[in-house]
């Protein structure tokens, strides 16, 4: 009892209850939309692997098209050439693309010009660490195969 004659340890522990319970329901609730949440997600990365491979299926026959087709026209000599389509125009050309800049490429180059091989070594450890590293956090999905 306190000063005022009333049991404090009664309404302590009553408050206690209370808070526990009101925890509980606002946890399980937390519980339901979390679940829902991750059922949404799976429902939408289910979705995105059939897009992805429908579009690997599509892209996969659109290169053996073109490769043909490109056969013909350098069969026929038609580099170059402007065909009018409905929507705009197809034209018949060759690309030249660099390959990206990698590590061992930079070991390749910096061996051709430095002959000390420690030297190359160090500048290349040195690029290594200097690389930015960003860390994402992400959900990540595994299938039981």
Not at 11 to 32: D, G, L
Not at 34 to 56: G, V
Not at 68 to 81: C, P, Q, R, W, Y
Not at 123 to 137: A, F, H, P, T, V
Request: aromatic share 6%; net charge positive.
């Amino acid at each position: 009892m306190n000063t005022f004659g009333k049991n404090t340890t009664a309404t302590a522990t009553a408050t206690t209850t209370t808070t526990a319970v009101t925890t509980m329901t606002a946890n399980a609730n937390m519980i339901s939309a979390f679940d829902k949440q991750i059922q949404k997600w799976i429902e939408l990365d289910n979705r995105l692997k059939k897009i992805y491979n429908e579009i690997k299926i599509t892209r996969e026959m659109k290169n053996d098209l073109e490769a043909s087709i490109m056969e013909t026209v350098n069969n026929k000599k038609l580099l170059n050439t402007t065909l009018s389509t409905t929507d705009g125009r197809l034209r018949f050309i060759e690309t030249k693309t660099s390959n990206p800049i990698s590590l061992t490429f930079i070991e390749k180059c910096l061996h051709e010009i430095i002959p000390n091989s420690s030297q190359v070594q160090h500048i290349l450890r040195y690029i290594k660490e200097k690389r930015e590293i960003k860390i994402n956090s992400e959900i990540k999905r595994y299938y039981n195969n």
